[in-house]
């Protein structure tokens, strides 16, 4: 496209353009189901710079956002360098989620946090190449993103140029950065949840509170339904409503249904039962997503609510502060 454009003015330059949608994979063996599936949902960008200089802050600008994402979703990753590949280019990295599924074996130093694809470091090294430190493991690690620094080499064959501030035509630089969404949450997955229970990230998990209430033809269902729909209208207004999920389903056993959300991992579960309606200390069954059970009355309830949802929205406003060393150095890893 920019080269069908070429000429373009340099003040139209930093360019980054990227595009979210499916991509296909022709695996001959596909694994890991969604994690290796054979149609996938990915984030493209693609930078034009006028210079290497320049090219490079970009891929730091790029590199910072990509460290605050992964930071914001809250699952332990490394980033390593790693090789060009196919791709091509100078500076190649790898955001890995480390995992015993994970199909790239990764060199991981215990001392500084430095990590790199095997690809690229041999897999026998005895010191750590940034610290040189010997506390040094094999890993596995799934891969959700990479990084290039591609510089000319497809600008240049398909003659994709920027007029300089001599009116001369000069090759564009660029860069390539992507992220695999579908097995970012994929990968998020695998890493965090055991064999019983899912267990989201914060940010993408489908809900963030599911609410039970009591069965259908108990002795506490009309009192418990009072305070079941005091506690509905609440925490859709602290939460949002599109964030609350009601399991209505009251032919059903409270214990049914709560094994149920356990495994579907929703952060906060509230249970409406038999000790809610109780009359000397009524109290709400709370599960978190890590089990752990807590015993509310309806106003601590929601404050739980209410700060779940004030630390979710901290999460996305990004209101915390990246690695500083991210945006001056690309060629060491860091886990972070």
Not at 15 to 32: S, W
Not at 121 to 128: E, G, H, P, R, T
Not at 330 to 335: A, I, L, T
Request: hydrophobic share 35%.
């Amino acid at each position: 496209m920019l080269a069908t454009n070429s000429p373009i003015s340099y003040r139209q330059l930093p360019l980054r353009l990227y595009q979210i949608g499916p991509k296909f994979r022709d695996e001959l063996k596909t694994r890991f189901g969604l994690m290796r599936a054979k149609e996938f949902l990915m984030k493209d960008m693609y930078s034009f710079d006028v210079s290497e200089e320049t090219a490079r802050e970009t891929y730091a600008i790029v590199s910072v956002a990509y460290n605050r994402l992964f930071q914001q979703l809250e699952v332990p990753f490394v980033k390593v360098n790693a090789a060009t590949g196919m791709m091509g280019g100078s500076v190649s990295h790898e955001y890995h989620y480390v995992s015993p599924v994970g199909e790239d074996t990764l060199l991981q130093c215990s001392s500084c946090g430095f990590a790199g694809n095997s690809e690229v470091l041999d897999s026998q090294a005895d010191s750590c190449p940034s610290c040189k430190s010997r506390d040094l493991k094999d890993v596995r690690g799934v891969e959700v993103a990479h990084t290039f620094l591609l510089g000319d080499k497809y600008s240049k064959p398909l003659g994709a140029t920027f007029l300089n501030t001599c009116g001369k035509p000069q090759t564009l630089l660029m860069g390539c950065f992507g992220i695999g969404i579908t097995r970012v949450i994929a990968a998020a997955l695998e890493v965090l949840s055991t064999d019983q229970e899912l267990h989201w990230p914060m940010l993408v998990a489908p809900y963030d509170v599911c609410v039970i209430g009591p069965k259908q033809g108990s002795r506490e269902q009309p009192a418990a339904e009072v305070i079941e729909n005091e506690l509905l209208l609440n925490v859709g207004e602290l939460c949002g409503h599109q964030e609350l999920l009601h399991d209505d389903r009251k032919e059903l056993t409270i214990g049914k249904r709560l094994l149920e959300a356990k495994r579907l991992g929703h952060p906060l579960i509230i249970v409406v039962g038999a000790k809610a309606v109780q009359q000397d200390a009524p109290k709400l069954e709370v599960h978190l997503s890590r089990g752990e059970k807590l015993e509310l009355d309806l106003s601590e309830a929601l404050k739980l609510v209410a700060e779940h949802s004030h630390y979710k929205k901290s999460l996305l406003k990004g209101s915390f502060q990246p690695d500083k060393d991210e945006s001056k150095s690309q060629s060491v890893g860091h886990q972070l």
